[in-house]
Structure formats: structure tokens, C-alpha cells
């Protein structure tokens, strides 16, 4: 697990000037923070093509939701597959906003590359290193999250197998690690975010819905985010959180989402950005 | 390790309203965000003097100093002693900030209560039960420092040792957790401050000088502290760090502290707060 | 990470009775303590026919070897292939040992499978739901390490992966867990030992090399595991340490490797075992 | 919390030797390895007679029982105090027993001097500066607990406060760090054993009570222990844990007791010791 050779492409000194990262016409690292949000999982083309047009109308420009599933049951429910990824482009086509969904393997990545607009790298498989190779050869950008027990460098190297296999367009995403403490379902190591700033030119957003595992706590961790210098935030919502198939506890409904949206927009304002 | 009986009187099921403490003329856990600075170790009446001074004029009402030190090894300097503590209530005599230091066991406790206007409990001591029951019947307020590697609920049956003791003017202060990431000294556990809020009525303030362990994150984790809904900060400063007899590459230099109350400000303000 | 159904078929409750798997000749979860070393990544066919005689000739009937390394590094050498895995077959061949080398995706466990006996999952692997579900459906048996930071209930629950897709034959690994301590590479979890055979009806190696770092600590953590039950040991050895290509710190020369084997003999037969 | 001055006085550098600490007429360090059992609190004069006959009747040569207990809840029972001390001295009188029992301030440790044979600092103050200068000042030999969460070299920092007050007579204890497995109380850190032994001359016992949590796994720990070379064990037993007024679940029974002392002589006599 040591580390032998320092990263070098995903590294501020290679690149002293903060990364713009595109995903279509959203921006990733400019001067505005950049809320995704969306089910954890896609479940139905109603919930999609509802939580695509609320996010349009709420200036969320990118949706999240999850069409392959890792999850740690094998009985549990594994996700829709291709039909869940023609979905989410539905949502797009119809109401504006990018995509963004998870690869879990080649197969599933081929598939994610067609039809959404960021390939999203889970922390069970921030060490997947054939994954991360395979999504290095691909044209789309990668929101890369940190494994729940994987240190910044190690964070930072599998952002450089990505990197040294050809794509430059590599999101980090913060999602909390793994302590001792059981309040909440990780911790959010908040000083992740100006760590790895002064280390990397990438950008970083943090994912406080993981983190907390309880929708009550996932606005004060956002408007922390924001405050420690994020780039932006993924928020797990659902239009009826009490019946989704998974992650319900940590989700939000859509007029918290609206209200978070409000706080996040005068916390960034503090601190001299916009949304 | 496991709780027995829950946390009662510093329950918020026993108060659901926040409570209020009064540090002399300051008062934590109302609309204010309350800043706490000084140096880590109390080391000269200049060094003392100056940091008061400072303090007054940036609108810091409250200075830190520690005149007994517990240090990992026994051949560091261990502090000042009653010394120390007389230069404190110096400065708060001339510059009319209150001052905060550690006790570590009655003896300094003693001597804490004599000269100054609160007494910290150290993370080392956060499960001294004696030094709690002890604290509990003193007449100043209590800063109880969370245990590096205590869990919420044993940071709370510690407050509760102090009020059940007699004293009920407890302020909890979180200042980083012990976890495998080596890249800060501690991992600020950013999220036990809406935890803490729920389950508690007392006011919270971070001590992000400690969780970083060096001086360029100190302000992020700030910023991140209050938009999470602190109710203060307590930072280490020092006229000259490069000179500090400890803890010199987390604390922030005058300039800096000054820079960092206008982002505090900015800040509280975004989340209804003022400073 | 909620652990959602438990698990069913890898569970005791399923099969009270211990299991024993066979991998060729060899039996694992029996009478017998099973020893398995080799190096950690297969570099010269000089370097395994070397290992192989050694181990046949000391009494260790199981040979390792990595053909395909998953590196932290990008840069690190990623190790053989399937020429790689071709020496460790030709060591079978001539010295009888069994063989057993990591698969790292669909395509390296397809080579895996047809050269060696028995398939390795990686620590980083153990969340990679898509390869578990591969190996699950092939005919050779598993070694399933415990990933860095998985709960014991996420380890069963990643067997139950393997075991719902078709195949029982399941070895666990306990190679060591993250934690807070940095003198040791991991902390070996000698309790999962236990623990492990209460809740599941699997055998139980551990890997004291992974865990200790250093190799000098290698041979009383492997005393330790068989004094606590484990089922074997899984030890990295080299012919020449100083010059391994990956963890080289950690491995054991052959002479010591020879000390360690009746060490674990003296302590196998005191909790009523054999070699 | 970092390591300024490196220990000296408990170093092996210092005293190249394994230390032989003598308690009475019982010496840790040697050869033979030294249980060290009773129940975690001193309840009634029967118990604590009860036990220690017992103990004197299967080899066990060193009586446990707190009289003063640090406990998470100020509503616990927290121990017997005076009372509790005179009923282990009176075993120590009539079994021909040695008492261990835990300071927990200064005036604690007057009276624990004044009746038992080697005072414990618990792991919850191993921190507690104050109290390790005041037992350093003491002619009784210390039983020195890991802290949940101290690293190794913080722990031997806290046996150099003990050693440079002027008591070289420390035995270090490893009872269980603090990690995020949650089926065990604390995770025993087996590796601490070799490491701890490699940096110093001092014996070093495991607690596996502790560490384990439920009393089935308390064995095949101790043995574990003993394997990997620990000079002793400490183990909570208790007439009748079911009616234990602490740490009922983790304390033996007499005939559990019984079967472990025969287990652990034959895995100390594969180790080349003796019980």
C-alpha cells in the first residue's frame, strides 16, 4: 500500500493553474459551484424524468442516479442497467441537464460512456485498478470518488491511473472515510478539501449524503464544503424518499433540495463564488 | 466503553432550547460566533501581552494560553504554571478579553479557577473522571475538549460527569479525531457539529488549529466550522510561530488571524449569524 | 455499506459443520494447519522454480505468486501475466506444490483458472462485486482476502457474493485492517479469527506478512494466528529479499521461512493440530 | 501529539535486556508467563475471597479487582473504594495471592500503594501526565495500560513519565485499540506484542478480556498472546459473571478459567516458556 512513486500528472506542480473541468456546457473548477443531485438509484421512468425536471427548474445542472449497483448484498437490488442509463438520457434530452452514473466494470463502462455525460468511479472501486485503467482510455470525464479507507495519496494515485492512461478529466470526489464513530454513516474528512487542493489542480466535490447517512445532516455538511473551498457538491434526493429502494435515510425531498440550494448559493457567495 | 445510562442533563430532551453560556461579558451558543485565540503555551508576559492586545483590537474577546501543558514526552517544557496564569489575567485586566486555559489536575484546577474566566479540559483528559467530578464543582465555566478518540456519546457522558457534579455551564469543543489519514495531525469530524446540536443543547465550538496541524488549512476548517453551525472557534496564534515553544507549524501568525475574522464574518452572515 | 440481508450460505447457521475445502491434494479447514508461501510477485522463472522446490521441500504444499500485481502506482511494475502464470504452473509440475495467484478482472481470472489451483481476490478487490460474481461461477476454488477496511459482516458478506454464484469453495483471508497505528503496515485482526469461525462455517488463513510489514514480526504473528485457530498461513518469501521487486521488506528469506515452519508445527500440535 | 524527544530510560537502547520486574514473590519478564486474573470490580467480600482462593488453587499467582472504577456513566457503581482494597489485601493474606488494582488520581493511589502489591493505570489515563508523575514518585511496581487509542511509541512515551519520576518497575499492557470493527469491544493489537518488545526492555502482558468483549473469544486470544510472545495475561473472571456489576459478558468462570490455564501452558511451553 505504499506509496513508491509520487503522483505526477494529477499533481499541482505539474500543473500549478486549478483545472476547468467540462462536462458539457456545466463547468467543474471554475469560479461556480456545481450541484449534482439525484436518486441513488434509478428506479422508475417516472422518478427519473420527475427528478430530471425538478433539478432543471432548481438550477441543478447535472443528475445523478445509479443504473448499475454495487451493493454489499448479493440479494439486494443490483440496478436497471441499460434500461436505467436510456432513462437518465431521457432526462437529459428533456430538460437540460448533464449526467452522471456509475461503471462498475468494462462492460457496464462501454454502456455508461454511450449514453450519460460522466463516468462516475464508486469508492468500493477507487482501487479497481483495471477500472481505472479502462476509464483512462475513455472520452468522457470521470467523477473519481475516494474509498471510504483510502488516503489522500492513494486518492490522488488512482486519479493518476486514470490520468497516465490518457484522461485528463478527473473530478475527485470526497464521500467520508471510515473512523471508529457510528453517529454518522462515515465521517466527512472535510480537510480533505484544502489538502488536496494545495496537492492537485483537480477539482473536488464532496458527496455529504454518504457521508452523514442521515438527510438531516446533509445541509450543514454542504454549506461546510462549500465554506472549506469545494467545487461542488453531489446530494442524493428522491422525489419520496420513504420509498426508495435504496440509501431512503440519507435522501433528500426535493423542497429540502430547494432549500439547500438557497443556503449553498449565499455560502458560496461568502466565500467569493457563485452557483 | 459502552454506555450504561444515557446522557440526561445535558440532554436536549432535558432542555430543548439551546443554552447560553456566559463566559464573563461573552456569552456562547446565542446568535454570536465566538472567537477563541492566543498561543498554544503561555512563554513570556511579552508574548502574552501582545497577543491580548492583538486580540482586543481584531475583536477576539476571548484568549487562549496554556500555563500547564500536558506533553507526550516528559522532557518538553511543561508549561508556566501559576506564572503563566498571572500574565494571563493580566492581559484580560488591560485588554478586557476573557481567558480560557487547561487545568490538569485540582491542584491547577485550583489555581485555574483563581485567575481565569473558564478552564479548558484537554482531549487527553476528556475521560479523567476525577478531574471531571472535580470540575463539576467549580463555579467557572468548562471548555471540555472532545477525546481524540472518543465517540460522540462518550464526549457527551463526559459532559454529563460535569453536570452532575453541579456545574451545568459546559461548552464542547470538537478539535479532530484520530483516523488512519496522516496527511493532517487529526481528521476534523466536521459532522459532530449538527450531531451534537440534536442531541445536546449545549454550544459547540471546533478547534481547527489542532485538527490540521498546520497553519495553511487552520482557515477552511474555520469557515467549514460555522457554516456547519458552530458556535465559535478557538485557533492558536502566536506573534512569531517560527519561534513558538510548541505547536508552531499550526498556528497562525496576527495577519492571518485578522484575515481570517473577515472570512468569518462573511460566513456567519451567510448562515444567519454575526460575529 | 448497511449490511441489508445477512448473509445465508456462507453462514453457520446454513452448514454447522466446518468445511473443508480441497484445493488438488491439499485440504484446508481440517486437522491440518496448511502453510502457503511463495513470493509476492512472480519476476523470473529462476525466482519461482527456486520458491517451488524450496516449499516442496519444506514441508509447504502451497505455492503463491502474483502474476498480476494491482500497484498503487501506475508506474509500479504490474507484474507478468500469463507468462508469469506459466512458471508457477511449471513449478507445480515438477515439485508438486499447489499453486495459487491472483485475478484482478474477467480476463486475468480466465488465465487464472486455466493455469493455477486455486484463485486469489485481492484486499482492494473484495468490493468488486463484478469479479466476485465472475469467480463465483467458476470451477476452481477461492482465497477471499479481507479488503483494508472491511467489517467482518462486508468480508462474509462478499464470500456470500462468490458462494450465491455458484460456488462454496471459499477460503477467507485476514490480512490485516487499517487503523490509526503506523508501525505496523496494517494491524493484523487476530480476533477475526474467532469470530469469524463462530458466524461461518469457512476456513481461515491469515497473512501475518501484509499485516506486519516488516519481516521480523512475520513469524510470532504467524504463532499467534494458529494459537487463535486460523485454519493456515499465507507468508511472502523470496530467494533473495534484498532484490524482490515488491515487498521486500516483508518477505522472509528461505532460511527463515524453514524456522518459522517449525515454529508453527510446535504450536499447531499445542492447540491439538499437525502441519 | 507528536513525538518531539524519542523515550530513553524504557528504550532497549538504554537496557539492551529484557527487564525482569519482580511483584512480591512473582517476577514478570522471565521465563514463565504470569496470569494475572479476577473480576473487573471488587463487589463483596465473598467474591474477592472467593476468587482469590481460586486463583491460588489453578496457578494463577496474581489476584485483579478494581476498587476504584473509571466509568463512562457518572450514575455507574463506580467501585468500592478503601473497603474494596482491604478485601484484596486480605486475600493477598490469606491465598498467598499478589493484588493488582487501579489508581485513578492522587489520593487513590495512596491508598492503592498503601494495601496492594503493583498498581494499574487504566488505559482511559494513560495520558493523565499528573497521575503518571505521581506514580512515578511511588515504590510500588505499575501496570501501565495501552490507551484505546494510543499509538505504540505515545504509550512507551507515558511508561518514560512513569520511568524518568524515578519508577523503573513498568509492565505494559495491551488491551485493544479503537478501530471501526464494531463484533469486538476493541481490536486486540497482537502486533504490538513483537513491536513493543523489539523497542524495549520492559514485559508486556495482553488483556484479551478487554480487547474481545464477549467472553468465548477470551481464549483462543490468550493464546494467541502467549504465542507471540507476550510475557503474561491479565483476564476478567468472576464466580458468577452473570451477575457481574460490570463487564459480566467478557468475564470467564472459574471452569473456563481452568481450561484456559491448561491451554496456555501448552502453547507456552511450545514457545520455549513455562506457567
Known amino acids: 500500500m505504499s506509496v513508491r512513486k509520487p503522483y505526477r500528472l494529477v499533481s499541482r506542480d505539474f500543473h500549478p493553474e486549478d483545472s476547468v473541468i467540462p462536462v458539457g456546457h456545466v463547468a467543474f473548477g471554475g469560479n461556480k459551484v456545481v450541484v449534482i443531485s439525484g436518486p441513488c438509484a434509478v ?12 433539478m432543471a427548474r432548481v438550477g441543478v445542472p447535472v443528475l445523478r442516479g445509479g443504473a448499475y449497483k454495487p451493493r454489499t448484498s448479493p440479494y439486494s437490488f443490483q440496478g436497471m442497467g441499460v434500461d436505467g442509463l436510456k432513462l437518465l438520457a431521457e432526462a437529459r434530452d428533456r430538460f437540460g441537464v448533464m449526467v452522471v ?6 462492460e457496464s463502462l462501454d454502456h455508461v460512456v454511450e449514453w450519460a455525460d460522466m463516468v462516475q468511479i464508486g469508492a468500493r472501486n477507487m482501487q479497481n485498478y483495471e477500472l481505472l485503467k479502462a476509464v483512462g482510455q475513455v472520452k468522457k470525464p470521470v467523477l473519481l470518488k475516494r474509498g471510504f479507507a483510502a488516503t489522500i495519496d492513494e486518492w490522488l494515485m488512482a486519479a493518476e491511473y486514470v490520468a497516465a492512461n490518457g484522461n485528463p478529466n478527473i473530478i475527485l470526489c470526497e464521500r467520508g472515510i471510515r473512523t471508529y464513530e457510528t453517529k454518522t454513516r462515515n465521517t466527512l474528512d472535510i480537510s480533505a478539501i484544502p489538502v488536496v487542493k494545495q496537492l492537485s489542480h483537480l477539482p473536488v466535490v464532496i458527496d455529504p449524503s454518504h457521508a452523514a447517512g442521515t438527510w438531516q ?12 473551498g469545494a467545487d461542488g457538491l453531489i446530494i442524493e434526493t428522491h422525489p419520496n424518499p420513504a420509498e426508495a429502494l435504496s440509501d431512503g435515510p440519507q435522501s433528500l425531498n426535493f423542497r429540502h433540495l430547494e432549500e439547500l440550494m438557497g443556503d449553498v448559493a449565499r455560502v458560496a457567495r461568502a466565500v467569493g463564488r457563485d452557483v
Open 43 to 54: 428506479e422508475s421512468r417516472e422518478q427519473v424524468l420527475t427528478s430530471g425536471e425538478f
Open 101 to 106: 452514473t456509475e461503471a462498475v466494470d468494462r
Open 217 to 228: 445532516w446533509v445541509a450543514p455538511l454542504a454549506r461546510a464544503g462549500i465554506a472549506a
